[in-house]
């Protein structure tokens, strides 16, 4: 069989089609729209970043002509879970389509490019193509839509903010944060103390021109190509079928072929959004030898609204089923649509809307996710089910044994799911839903619910009541046997209770429940309970204030939603030196040189280089146990299947199987002994990448365990197993001054490790050039130069036979240097050994498996400090959960040590720090470099500290910070004025005592809620971005920046580079690059001093004239350093940035959900080459680090296995984390003598800053805290998740939940 398959793609022309249309013949049903775009068509600019529809740089719109209704429809789609069988008839565009620099660009890719919302530029391409449907659809959109369109987009490195700012240039009233209700717009230069009128010409408030964006004009997008409406008007509906090599697609267009089919492939899944069936395929292995999948069905897309109820059809996608109840909920009276209200407001949460698009509401119920978010509710609302087979129609209850399977009550297998019947709520029912997930959008709950509640006229006695829960089992499960037990009771707290205790002893968890967080789950199943009884004594209390006790002002708080509103900002910094002269980029918010590529797509990403020749695709095998001896490794299997080339083992690599990593050697490949999941045992080699990936599952590895089994550092410290050297900072004499202190203290803090989740996944493409031994090796990495090493030494070349180039990195924030050093190595070695290109590119599961991450790290402090708040003694332990290998575990400790005062004078101090070995895959550098777990851990014994003596946090860090002049505890000299600046303005800037007073005024009038306040201050020693490279050679060239074209870095064109990480990009490439500009200068002296109104091109042509070179190298080698371990002195560092965050939370304490309602930073970036780039480095650092001390969070097995290896399990934060309110300020320009043009390196520290969210959480918790009467000391540890939040609010929900005894189960996973 084969099918005949006509769809279109936008704008592109492709060899051998008419413009853009693409006939296919050979449709295999198993390949998805992204690999065939990005491999067949050869269409790059659609970006790989997780394959399971969590991240959405896959993003595509698909179009759609309807010929019953004669309409169009557009909508966001993600290409990696679309299978091309499902795209007959259907216009692709993808961003190539939209425009690109050799046509013209669309406004939409000038904007988010010209409004700096690209920094890698990885995850462009998905953000403008979700701008773009949306647009399509609302030409003029709100900023509600905007960000409900981006809220399945993810990006790493600008903290969203940015792209927010270019989204709003579409909106109506694009100048305007369209916040405040009162009409007042939060950019009022009064309300935000913005600088007065006669400071204007100095200070700036923008960081681009809206004046110059191109208009946006709908009549000018392309149109829906007409033969595919011809075709859908005219073409017989008949049933496409598509045969693969292993799988058939079944395509029934009518209902009757529809169940003709099923009644003969009755085993077959029918696919309809494909979000349920592709990931379990993908991810969990399940094949389907055949598909159904039903195409524009009517009878499976209706909508119906009778007297009684609501009849959806279950091929309408949410975001179908979205729309159709706001209309219903619009026209209903609102006693029957509480149903309605309660489903809607789970759909805005619920995935991104890419997903939601996809998805259908057939495909959400039928596939009884344990944590899908309607089944709940639906099994509450008398839901009924309308099935139809060959053998006819049948009704089913959505209910408990549905969710459950029950064969009884199950769909038999030949049957579909016409559509779902929900009945209006009555006047005396009412329903809710509740979810808390670890992230607000686009997460899978931890636990979620649907009640349903209903009186009879007039009354509070019970008369139905139905509770299901998600996330508690295997699916949902609904607490019958309690509801039926409440039957009859009064709607008052003493049912509350009795209710509670029936719903804990029927909703069970086992201690070792899959997905952990029992605790967290068991109080969230009575919260959610309190909620809800609240929420219907609240509302009886208004239809009937006679009689219905109703709720103290203050316990209604339960109720409100967390604070909202949309997005605001302001951004000041101070324009540059007027006497620069006007071409002088220095200073100027300049676009990334790339922005308009990475915009268009066009920006190549090393998977995006065209296919070599006879390319062979690499894919690993890795350990699956943590601490074993490899008894066998049995490759014959593997070997036997088609398309496999060879699989590289030690045996292969012997004598070049290790590299010195640092001071450690690594081996490359293990094959006795493997130390934790996720080591490389050996490489597939094969013709394609699927071959590759199919052989490396067969590949048979017999283990035998070895003990101990190490994960944690509590077990690390047992055992002993540590790094070496132990590292120990000492300044003062502690010992004595804790003779001398009034009080002492002792407290620890744990801190979790984070992913590094740039958006790329590792890539690498290996190219023997055929001559001389030559070879390329294209790679997304940090640090060429090291590559180029290891390739060199593993293939015994000599370095200068092997070229290693970097076009540009998708994110890398220090997790691509040395992992990515040994995974080239080893392609190298394939391809050298087979004579043919070789690519590797990791999966997102693969790469968060091998990669390792930040290090989790144990803080022990003991603190002696004197009753106003003077800390005088501080005595430290850090402990670093460094992995299997030493990798830069070392360092990370050092940096931690050297920079954990932060902005704090202990006068005697003591700090020893050690790196653990255990059996987790080996951590390594993440922006930041230990500085984020070391200013945690100072920070938190200092808020201790401050609670000990009664004073405020605030006061605590004012009183024992750096003085001007002063002396760091390694005796470099510091001069902290600039420290105190920010700290000063940052208090002002944030009104900080009159929102104080606000927030303990809130607290005290909310019981269920709390907000917190704090702020933290930073120095971050810098020495050892895109760099505004382009700058610098506009500036010293005095050329416009507009002639500068850079290119990738390669070890060709510069031999010796250092890693590009720690902060020092900017200084290290930027001063060399004014060297070379200099040394050009200088020769060309001559020739411009006798023409001197020439331009550039004759200056040129002269030097060719003259024989003069015009090409320079130029080189800065670094700032000098050093520091010594033995006396504890040194000069390790250039220079500090100083900068200070202030920010304020809500959280919700019967769920744990947080907010961040505002923050204001304040930074002292010396002179900023580029203010767009600086503030645009320190909001990217800022979430990230939001990220890393409230949301992220990883999770092992009690084997060493990660679970959270991709988006679905892993939160990094979305759109809809980043502050209601951000404010950046950068101080006046300060002059430096040592650094480029006075600027200071910015990629690392606002990471830091995002502690204060962890801080202004636990002001929060404290507020709550003391509230119910507990006034011990508060510890929490990092990240501080809805979880930890949750717990640490303890009342008498968490007194009320059973607790199991330790060591009396087997937790599902292990804190690290
Ligand atoms: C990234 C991501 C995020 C997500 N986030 C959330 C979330 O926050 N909350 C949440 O609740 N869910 C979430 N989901 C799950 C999502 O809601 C479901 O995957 C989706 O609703 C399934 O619909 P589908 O049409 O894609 O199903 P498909 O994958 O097409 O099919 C699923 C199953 O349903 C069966 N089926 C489909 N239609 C019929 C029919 N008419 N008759 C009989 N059988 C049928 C199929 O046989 C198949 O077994 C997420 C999923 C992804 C991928
Ligand atoms: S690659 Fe498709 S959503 Fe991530
Ligand atoms: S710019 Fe968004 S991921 Fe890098």
Redesign the pocket.
Known sequence: MCGHWPWKHRGSWLPGAEDGKVIEKNVDPETMLLPYLRKKLRLTGTKY?CGTGGCG?CTVMISRYNPTIKRISHHAANACLIPICSLYGAAVTTIEGIGSTKTRIHPVQERIAKCH????????PG?VMSIYTLLRNHPEPSLEQLTDALGGN?????GYRP?IDACKTFCKTSGCCQSRENGVCYLDQEINELPELEEVNKISLKLFSEEEFLPLDPTQELIFPPELMIMAEKQPQRTRIFGGDRMTWISPTTLTALLEAKFKYPQAPVVMGNTSVGPEMKLKGVFHPVIISPDGIEELNFANCSHNELTLGAGLSLTQVKYILGEVIQNLPEEKTRMYRALLKHLRTLAGSQIRNMASLGGHIVSRHLDSDLNPLLAVGNCTLNLLSKKGKRQVPLNEEFLRRSPSADLKPEEILISVKIPHSRKWEFVSGFRQAQRQQNALAVVNSGMRVFFGEGGDIIRELSISYGGVGPTTVCAKNSCRKLIGRPWNEEMLDVACRLVLDEVTLPGSAPGGRVEFKRTLIVSFLFKFYLEVLQILKRMDPVRSPGLADKYESALEDLHSGHHCSTLKYENVDSKNLPQDPIGQPIMHLSGIK?ATGEAIYCDDMPTVDQELFLSFVTSSRAHAKIVSIDLSEALSLPGVVDIVTEEHLRGVNSFCILSEPEKLLRTEEVSCVGQLVCAVIAESEVQAKQAAKRVKVVYQDLQPLILTIEEAIQHNSFFEPERKLEYGNVDEAFKVVDHILEGEIHIGGQEHF???TQSMLVVPKGEDQEIDVYVSTQFPKYIQDIVASTLKLPANKVMCHVKRV??AFGGKTYKTGIMAAITAFAANKHGRAVRCILERGEDMLITGGRHPYLGKYKAGFMNDGRILALDMQHYSNGGASLDESLLVIEMGLLKMENAYKFPNLRCRAWACRTNLPSNTALRGFGFPQAGLITESCITEVAARCGLAPEKVRMINMYKEIDQTPYKQEINAKNLIQCWKECMDMSSYSLRKAAVEKFNSENYWKKKGLAVVPLKFPVGLGSVAAGQVVSHELRMPISNIHLRGTSTETVPNTNISGGSVVADLNGLAVKDACQTLLKRLEPIISKNPQGTWKDWAQAAFDESISLSATGYFRGYESNMSWETGEGHPFEYFVYGAACSEVEIDCLTGAHKNIRTDVVMDVGCSINPALDIGQIE?AFIQGMGLYTIEELHYSPQGVLYTRGPNQYKIPAICDIPTELHISLLPPSQSSNTLYSSKGLGESGIFLGCSMFFAIHDAVNAARQERGLFGPLKLNSPLTPEKIRMACEDKFTKMIPKDKPGSYVPWNVPI
């Open positions: 970043g740089a919302g690209t920094q890698c530029g990885f995850c462009t953000m993810l990006c790493r490195c600008t792209i990475h740039y958006m790329e998708g994110g990217g």
